[in-house]
């Protein structure tokens, strides 16, 4: 790989972690950042589950697009593919978990089977398919849209374990001082905007 081409790739990264972070920029995968989002210890499994999911279903999403779907003229059926894949390493996941980190997967509870319902999940994979990326790339994307998942997920959390110690007028309590603390993250995102552009 050429240091142009690792260059392009680590700029399309950190533009899928900080510019169009798939949470604050596109408003998707809400549910479970304002459900698990209470503890940081939960916050980061989600995270990392999350992240693993995203990557494997970009790649795996990238391949049968491109050697099935594509060449069979079946590309009408990518929503559905894109949907069987994800619970298909959703599944996976959930069981290499269960196996090796019971304490966790009690912890994620109902949220870790729900990733595959996880509209941040299939609209990065939809939003990645639209542009005609490498292989490369795609999942280079998927990865950091991840990393963007999981970075808003431990901010989240931090902030909402600070909110909890705090007076918050009782017109804003639990929801929607969660959805302005959202509100006031996306914001703070705006600033990468024009990251990459020159």
Known sequence: MHCAEFMQLLAELLDAVLVHNVVLAYFLGLCPVIGVSSKRQGALGMGLATTAVLTLATLLGWLLEHWVLAPLSLQYMKILAFIVVIAAVVQLLELAIRRFSVGLYQQLGVYLPLITTNCAVLGAALLNSQHERSLASSVCIG?????????????????????ARATVPRAFEGAPVAFLTAGILSLSLMGFEGLGKH
């Open 143 to 163: 990865f950091g849209s991840g990393l963007g998942f999981l970075g808003v997920m431990l901010v989240f959390a931090g902030l909402r374990e600070r909110l």
